[in-house]
């Protein structure tokens, strides 16, 4: 298997404002290119936009190629487990939307202390070992945001698992919260191998500002801000799987020749990035990386990543009409930043652990004042 796979998060998009509008023409073209170099693994999951992913990844993959010539990923999501029985109710509609008959790789979708709870209550566990040995998984693992300390617990307590899914990219590297460089040490201690997520943080180091841009292009002229971040991931031994989410066929064309021709990061390189997330961090003001997870549980309908997207941009680059027109407009059909009612019922889930509530006051000071 080679190290780079498609992740189906992101996707060429119709109408930019309906992220169920994934364009099939683009998506096909990106699925035939892709395995045409090659490349096998593809990366889906329940919520994947607004939950049509996996019936996009059934029209444009399984429906069109032979079911043994592709590997299909897709996650049981646990924040969606709130009963008995949840978890074959959720796996069987997988199974269903994807008609992929089983899966090659499957993983509970983001592992909290908040989910753990859920998990071991309604017998996550149990579940999908049982579906492992019914043939339905080839197999197993966890996407996971939270401390080190936790993953060393898990690991512990389920040796059934055979990799972590993680964030991790040279941005996050060593923050305190998301604790990349410790999880991934974890990992590698119990000796179960890496599958890295959000390389790019959710295309945030596709597009850093513009002195990084030119710090890395001082080094290399040729590589582009993405290669930089894929590179990175990549780069460790016990990474088996990057997956990046693209939503071109540019950036689907661009990787390919990345991973083709791959080439670890020397040290020199190394120390770069580690400049460049020094002057990354003293810039940006909330680090949201556009997950989405903290949506569905807003009683106010607001808008919580573009809110945060457009902090961060008038912030960083002092835009403020530019932003201020969006918001504007983001507001007309959701609910503004001073409706925020502190429930903090969008927290629990968010990966990069954001007092959400906290910021969403300096947004409406920001916007509305
Ligand atoms: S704390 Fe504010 S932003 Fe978060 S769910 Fe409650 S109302 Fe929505
Ligand atoms: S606030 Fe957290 S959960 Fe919400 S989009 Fe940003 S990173 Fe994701």
Redesign the pocket.
């Known amino acids: 298997m080679k190290k780079f796979g498609l992740g189906c998060m992101r996707l060429p998009l119709v109408d930019k404002n309906d992220p169920t509008s994934v364009n099939h023409e683009i998506f096909c073209e990106m699925v035939d290119t892709f395995l045409e170099h090659g490349f096998t693994y593809f990366d889906t999951a329940y919520m994947y936009h607004k939950n049509a992913s996996e019936i996009v990844v059934r029209e444009g993959l399984v429906k069109r190629h032979p079911r043994e010539s592709f590997l299909l990923a897709d996650k049981l999501p646990l924040i969606s487990v709130k009963a008995e029985g949840d978890p074959e109710r959720l796996f069987n509609e997988q199974l269903e939307k994807t008609g992929a008959g089983y899966f090659d790789y499957y993983l509970l979708h983001n592992v909290n202390t908040n989910s753990l709870f859920r998990a071991n209550k309604y017998g996550c566990f149990d579940f999908v070992k049982q579906k492992k040995e019914e043939g339905l998984i080839k197999h197993l693992g966890f996407s996971y945001h939270d401390s080190a300390e936790l993953l060393d617990k898990i690991l512990t307590d389920h040796p059934e698992f055979e990799f972590v899914q993680i964030q991790l990219n040279y941005l996050d590297y060593d923050s305190i919260s998301v604790q990349s460089r410790k999880c991934y040490e974890t990992i590698v201690k119990h000796g179960r191998r890496v599958w890295v997520m959000e390389p790019v943080k959710g295309g945030m180091l596709a597009n850093p500002y513009e002195e990084v841009k030119e710090l890395l292009k001082a080094h290399n002229p040729d590589a582009s801000p993405s290669a930089w971040a894929l590179r990175f991931a990549a780069s460790h031994e016990a990474v088996d799987m990057v997956l990046s989410g693209m939503s071109s066929m540019e950036q689907l064309m661009e990787n390919i020749a990345l991973f083709e021709n791959f080439v670890p990061l020397t040290e020199e390189e190394k120390a770069v990035l580690a400049k460049a997330s020094e002057m990354i961090n003293a810039k940006t003001a909330i680090p949201?990386?556009?997950?989405?997870?903290?949506?569905p549980h807003c009683p106010m309908n607001i808008p919580?990543?573009t809110y945060?997207s457009l902090y961060n941009a008038a912030a960083a680059y002092q835009r403020m009409p530019n932003q201020m027109a969006y918001y504007t407009n983001f507001k007309r059909t959701h609910g503004q930043a001073s409706a925020c009612i502190a429930c903090g019922a969008?927290t629990t889930?968010?990966?990069?652990h954001?007092d959400?509530p906290g910021f969403m006051k300096k947004v409406a000071e920001m916007f509305e004042n």
């Open positions: 949201c990386t556009g997950c989405a997870y903290c949506v919580i990543p945060f969008c889930d968010c990966p990069q954001i959400i």
